[in-house]
């Protein structure tokens, strides 16, 4: 059994030169006991009194670099684990490659747990002036770091601070740079610092540039843990800040520039009456070259209504979904074929009605597999609200049937509370009855568990939806056989 015995300041150099001699003299990670800075208990007498080894021990680049930030690290066994990989590269030489690993996922957790400390230092070491009476300022501070990484961190502050002295004490390390030269030195207890009358101005600074608008209290604890709050001036200010924040966002919106009344109006007025495309033909070719948002550039297609031109009743999707974009027909893809299921119980025929989107264009995110669905936002969905208004100019529809809240929106102006409001008929902006439902994609969704009560209130939205139509326009034959026979049951329902 060889006992090695790591140095707390030169931890680094002290590991590999111990691991290079092991190696060479094939000593098994079995027959190692690792002591750092003498904490562990003298089990056994000898020490690895090795020779150096004849010839350069070769080892994989991503392993030096790994084993460089382990070393720093707080648990115990991370020599002991550095030393064992190593062992089986010496075997196995694309070990580093291998993700799956165990071993080597645990070591890159510990690696990303030094780097994430090393962050947080940089980030929160707080200087006091320490009034020196020579040509060079002179500060200190006290930093407790998660992990042993002030030795790997001191060079950071050599290159942010090298005109003036300064020394960090940690409870391990202490860095002092002085003249030019860095020193590391045993820790030590927390110094007295004197007061600095510059955390005053830099208090009043961080309250000047806090945003309230922005505050997410999660985030902020994430990547500012609390335990750092204690040595850092400007946290006082913090618990006021926030509990100030909703009560000074709302006077920054009071206070936002506004247009006013009249011009406003004017605009509007304006943007309600751009003229619509006066046929079929104008609209879609006006559709084919669209470059009024930016959702365009990415998709594959435009994806236009799709249905009788004169029907009574027009349904209003959300957007197109990645088999929409591909075929350029709405309503093709998952969504589309649970919802004409679903209609088809209700009652109701899809083929018979003008089936469009708010949105003409694929929005989404694209990944190595598949491109993800990403919902239109509200200017997205303003944008092409003139399309669609286009559309209910041409088809004029006794009904629309609003799906989701893109949809609600485009039709009704608002886009909020669709599960209050669903089951209900509103007068659009177009002055045509809106009746509001959820979109078919909200159940694909839902937990099986839930899946099938859901979707029997979709089917009694729908039929509650075509008793409207045929109370509206009873001539109307735009509808199934089923809704003709029982056309009287369903508008009692």
């Given at each position: 059994?060889?006992?090695?015995?790591?140095?707390m300041?030169?931890?680094?150099?002290?590991?590999?030169d111990a691991?290079?001699?092991?190696?060479?003299?094939?000593?098994?990670?079995?027959?190692?006991?690792?002591?750092?800075?003498?904490?562990?208990?003298?089990?056994?007498?000898?020490?690895?009194?090795?020779?150096?080894?004849?010839?350069a021990?070769?080892?994989?680049?991503?392993?030096?670099?790994?084993a460089?930030?382990?070393?720093w690290?707080?648990?115990?066994?991370?020599?002991?684990?550095?030393?064992?990989?190593?062992?089986?590269l010496?075997?196995?030489?694309g070990?580093m490659?291998?993700r799956?690993?165990?071993?080597?996922?645990?070591?890159?957790?510990?690696?990303?747990?030094v780097?994430?400390?090393?962050?947080?230092?940089?980030?929160f070491?707080r200087?006091?002036?320490?009034?020196s009476?020579?040509?060079?300022?002179?500060?200190?501070?006290?930093?407790?770091?998660?992990?042993?990484?002030?030795?790997?961190?001191?060079?950071?502050?050599?290159?942010r601070f090298g005109?003036m002295d300064?020394?960090?004490v940690?409870?391990?390390?202490t860095?002092k740079f002085?003249?030019?030269?860095l020193t590391?030195?045993?820790?030590?207890?927390k110094?007295?610092?004197?007061?600095?009358g510059a955390?005053?101005?830099?208090?009043?600074y961080?309250?000047?540039i806090?945003?309230?608008?922005r505050v997410k209290i999660?985030?902020?604890?994430s990547?500012?843990?609390?335990k750092?709050?204690?040595n850092?001036?400007?946290t006082?200010?913090i618990?006021?800040?926030?509990?100030?924040?909703e009560?000074?966002v709302?006077?920054m919106?009071?206070?936002?520039?506004?247009?006013?009344?009249?011009?406003?109006?004017?605009i509007?007025?304006?943007?309600?009456?751009?003229?619509?495309p006066?046929?079929?033909?104008?609209?879609?070719?006006d559709l084919?070259?669209?470059?009024?948002?930016?959702?365009?550039?990415?998709?594959?297609?435009?994806?236009?209504?799709?249905?009788?031109?004169d029907a009574?009743?027009m349904?209003v999707?959300?957007q197109?979904?990645d088999?929409?974009d591909?075929?350029?027909?709405?309503?093709?893809?998952?969504?589309?074929?649970l919802?004409?299921?679903l209609?088809?119980?209700?009652?109701?025929?899809?083929?018979?009605?003008?089936?469009?989107?708010?949105?003409?264009?694929f929005?989404?995110?694209?990944?190595?597999?598949?491109?993800?669905?990403?919902?239109?936002?509200?200017?997205?969905v303003?944008?092409c609200?003139?399309?669609l208004?286009?559309?209910?100019?041409?088809?004029?529809?006794k009904?629309?049937?609003?799906?989701?809240?893109?949809?609600?929106r485009?039709?009704t102006?608002?886009?909020?509370?669709?599960t209050?409001?669903r089951?209900t008929?509103?007068?659009?902006?177009?002055?045509?009855?809106?009746f509001?439902?959820?979109?078919?994609?909200?159940?694909l969704?839902?937990?099986?568990a839930?899946?099938?009560?859901?979707?029997?209130?979709?089917?009694?939205?729908?039929?509650?939806?075509?008793?409207?139509?045929?109370?509206?326009?009873?001539?109307?034959?735009?509808i199934?056989?089923?809704i003709?026979?029982?056309?009287?049951?369903?508008?009692a329902?």
């Amino acid at each position: 059994m060889h006992s090695i015995s790591i140095p707390m300041i030169g931890t680094d150099t002290a590991w590999r030169d111990a691991a290079r001699r092991l190696l060479a003299a094939r000593v098994k990670p079995d027959d190692v006991l690792w002591d750092f800075d003498g904490q562990a208990p003298q089990l056994f007498e000898s020490t690895a009194d090795l020779p150096a080894p004849r010839r350069a021990v070769k080892v994989s680049k991503d392993f030096v670099e790994l084993a460089n930030v382990v070393v720093w690290h707080k648990d115990p066994q991370r020599f002991a684990r550095l030393y064992a990989l190593l062992w089986r590269l010496k075997d196995t030489p694309g070990l580093m490659a291998d993700r799956a690993d165990p071993d080597l996922a645990k070591l890159r957790q510990m690696e990303k747990a030094v780097r994430r400390c090393q962050h947080k230092m940089k980030a929160f070491v707080r200087f006091r002036d320490l009034r020196s009476d020579g040509p060079r300022r002179s500060f200190g501070a006290w930093f407790e770091p998660t992990h042993h990484t002030m030795e790997p961190t001191a060079q950071f502050f050599v290159r942010r601070f090298g005109d003036m002295d300064w020394m960090i004490v940690t409870p391990t390390v202490t860095a002092k740079f002085t003249d030019g030269t860095l020193t590391l030195h045993p820790g030590d207890e927390k110094p007295e610092l004197p007061e600095d009358g510059a955390e005053a101005l830099w208090g009043t600074y961080f309250c000047n540039i806090f945003n309230p608008a922005r505050v997410k209290i999660s985030a902020m604890t994430s990547e500012m843990p609390k335990k750092y709050w204690k040595n850092m001036p400007e946290t006082q200010f913090i618990p006021g800040l926030i509990a100030d924040a909703e009560e000074k966002v709302r006077k920054m919106q009071d206070a936002g520039p506004t247009l006013p009344p009249e011009r406003m109006a004017a605009i509007r007025e304006q943007l309600k009456q751009s003229a619509q495309p006066a046929s079929w033909n104008m609209l879609d070719a006006d559709l084919n070259g669209c470059t009024r948002c930016p959702l365009h550039a990415p998709a594959t297609q435009v994806v236009k209504g799709s249905g009788p031109r004169d029907a009574a009743l027009m349904i209003v999707g959300e957007q197109p979904g990645d088999h929409e974009d591909m075929q350029g027909l709405p309503f093709v893809g998952p969504a589309g074929q649970l919802f004409r299921g679903l209609a088809a119980q209700a009652g109701l025929d899809p083929d018979a009605a003008y089936i469009t989107n708010a949105v003409k264009h694929f929005k989404f995110k694209p990944t190595a597999k598949r491109r993800l669905h990403v919902n239109p936002t509200a200017s997205e969905v303003d944008h092409c609200a003139w399309w669609l208004r286009s559309e209910v100019a041409l088809v004029k529809p006794k009904l629309i049937i609003a799906m989701g809240a893109s949809a609600a929106r485009a039709t009704t102006g608002n886009g909020k509370d669709i599960t209050r409001r669903r089951g209900t008929v509103e007068v659009g902006t177009d002055g045509l009855p809106v009746f509001l439902t959820v979109h078919p994609s909200h159940l694909l969704r839902l937990p099986d568990a839930d899946r099938a009560s859901a979707e029997a209130a979709f089917i009694a939205d729908l039929k509650t939806a075509t008793g409207h139509l045929l109370q509206s326009a009873p001539s109307v034959m735009h509808i199934t056989e089923t809704i003709r026979a029982e056309g009287s049951d369903i508008a009692a329902e």
